[in-house]
């Protein structure tokens, strides 16, 4: 069955460290990668996406990730952590057939300590 | 440009009954995709919708249906409701360079 893996339901980081949100994912073929950030009370935005080409995105809000076929990776990153980051993190990957379907991982909640 | 609205902004029905939730998509757009939110569970795909036709659905069971109207906005419908169907439920579209949008959900509480 495909899916996608967030291992971590938590992850904390100090305000101005360098913050890492993993996502690993098996889908057949080459799929489109995506993260996507739900902040309370204002819904569930895009963040960034890889489809093809250079494998490290930036996204917006200073986000970046990166893409790495061989481990079926795709963390997000951030140099430097912001409190107002704190927020719930999906990851989702969609295969490129007219039918696929759209798979989310569980989520990871960001908390930003000052 | 108008985003994407769902009514009712909250649900509460009892055990066995129905519920439907509405979503408008953004002003032309054709695609509508419907997800549950359930604590702990991420989010779960449910329906795809495109041009008035279902062209995909979730491991849902069949009392978890829909339709797309002419307008191109749709309607979720859950019959029987148990309580684990107590959730978040979001409908959004996609752009043509593959990004999903969503609109503010429609908060079922089942009891």
């Known amino acids: 069955a495909q899916s996608v893996a967030q291992p971590e339901d938590q992850v904390n980081v100090a305000e101005g460290n360098p913050l890492t949100v993993k996502c690993t994912y098996s889908?057949?073929?080459?799929?489109?990668l995506f993260w996507y950030v739900q902040y309370p009370n204002r819904g569930l935005q895009f963040l960034l996406k890889y489809i093809t080409g250079d494998n490290l995105v930036k996204g917006s809000y200073g986000f970046e990730a990166e893409f790495n076929k061989s481990q079926t990776s795709f963390h997000l990153k951030k140099p430097s952590a912001l409190v107002s980051d704190s927020a719930l993190y999906f990851c989702a990957a969609e295969g490129y057939s007219s039918a696929s379907k759209i798979i989310f991982g569980s989520g990871t909640r960001l908390s930003i300590r000052p | 440009e108008a985003g994407v609205t769902q009514s009712p902004t909250h649900l509460i029905k009892t055990r066995g009954q129905q519920a439907t939730l509405r979503c408008s998509p953004i002003s032309g757009h054709t695609s509508v995709y419907w997800y549950q939110q359930a604590l702990g569970l991420g989010l779960q795909f449910l329906l795809w919708?495109?041009?008035?036709?279902?062209?995909n659905r979730g491991n849902f069971p069949p009392r978890f249906s829909g339709r797309q109207f002419p307008n191109y906005s749709s309607e979720l419908n859950v019959n029987a409701l148990e309580l684990e169907d107590s959730a978040l439920y979001l409908c959004?579209?996609?752009?043509?360079?593959?990004?999903?949008?969503f609109g503010p959900g429609t908060r079922l509480t089942v009891t």
């Open positions: 919708y495109d041009e008035g036709e279902e062209r």
């Open positions: 959004g579209g996609r752009t043509s360079s593959y990004e999903q949008y």
């Open positions: 889908v057949s073929g080459n799929p489109y």
